[in-house]
């Protein structure tokens, strides 16, 4: 099939712009290298799919472009791009976050409502639940995110459902649970985490350390997605790791893997969820979504992936 990756160079588009590739897909990387971090590291992200003659990468601003021309003879549209990260969405940068992630998002979705998609995947997010009221939770919770960057995150998936339900857009909504893996980005717990293992850097923990998230493999989650993209299913699933574990725990099994990090702890901060935890039933029956990688191996790639980075 013919696929369109937005974020192609991100942690995640990256890795399922390889896992199309392998599948003998076309893809179509959309990008435009914001500054949120190095962008070096995300033209590395992009090199594995740029050995490729199926893949095409387009430097465009989702809000600058004409959408309907990039997307043109597509199958599946994924939706990756928009501003990450928790904590630096108060304040002024809200007007980015919700340009990036709610503009961008409805965007997308008018470009999609022209043509004849298979799928729409749009990526979104476990902070849409916020302190969520049981674990796991399931998609029929009320979501009430704690933090402007979930608001933003629930604004675009509404928006997935509105044009689903007014115009057939065959929408998906993912919400991702803690996403981990090599390539990582390097503001993320983890890929701070493995590199203060391996280099002796300062790893800042906000909170006790009992905090608890459901950690997913970013090979779980890609193959989530095409999955998604291949099945009947339409509407909002979650995607989780299969297990929930405090960030104590994780800096044990980081100490077993790659020597002790060197952990500075700070308060909780304003934005931060106490835990998560997915019920994933509705993937499963969906499309077939099962968590291959434990949280031990997964870790243990990043501790692999990392070493030569650090050891030049």
């Not at 990756?5 to 599948?23: I, P, R, W």
């Not at 990008?31 to 465009?60: I, P, Q």
């Not at 002790?260 to 702890?265: D, Q």
Request: charged share 20%; glycine share 10%; proline share 5%.
């Amino acid at each position: 099939m013919k696929c369109v990756v937005t974020g192609a160079a991100g942690f995640v588009g990256s890795h399922l712009s390889e896992l199309l590739l392998a599948h003998g897909d076309e893809v179509v990387g959309i990008d435009s290298f914001t500054d949120y971090y190095d962008t070096g590291l995300k033209e590395s992200n992009l090199r594995s799919a740029l050995e490729h003659d199926r893949f095409t990468l387009r430097r465009e601003d989702l809000l600058g472009t004409r959408l309907p021309d990039l997307f043109e003879g597509a199958d599946v549209v994924f939706h990756l791009a928009g501003q990450p990260g928790v904590r630096p969405s108060w304040g002024a940068e809200f007007a980015t976050y919700t340009s990036r992630n709610v503009l961008a998002t409805q965007a997308v979705l008018e470009a999609a409502r022209e043509l004849p998609l298979t799928k729409l995947v749009y990526a979104s997010s476990s902070s849409v639940y916020g302190d969520a009221e049981s674990y796991p939770t399931a998609e029929t919770l009320r979501p009430q995110p704690v933090s402007p960057y979930g608001v933003t995150k629930l604004a675009a998936e509404h928006l997935c459902e509105l044009y689903r339900k007014g115009f057939g857009v065959p929408a998906v909504s993912l919400r991702l649970f803690t996403v981990y893996g090599p390539r990582q980005r390097p503001d993320m717990a983890f890929s701070r985490l493995v590199t203060s293992a391996l280099h002796g850097d300062v790893f800042e923990l906000y909170g006790d350390g009992g905090q608890t998230r459901d950690f997913t493999y970013v090979g779980d989650v890609v193959s989530a997605m095409r999955a998604a993209a291949l099945s009947d299913f339409t509407g909002v699933a979650n995607i989780g790791g299969g297990s929930r574990t405090s960030m104590n725990e994780v800096i044990d099994i980081i100490t077993g893997l790659a020597g002790e990090p060197n952990v500075h702890r700070l308060p909780k901060m304003r934005g931060d969820v106490r835990d998560t935890a997915a019920d994933t039933q509705t993937a499963s029956e969906g499309f077939g979504y099962v968590p291959k990688v434990g949280l031990s191996d997964g870790l243990a790639r990043m501790v692999e992936a990392g070493r030569p980075a650090i050891s030049v």
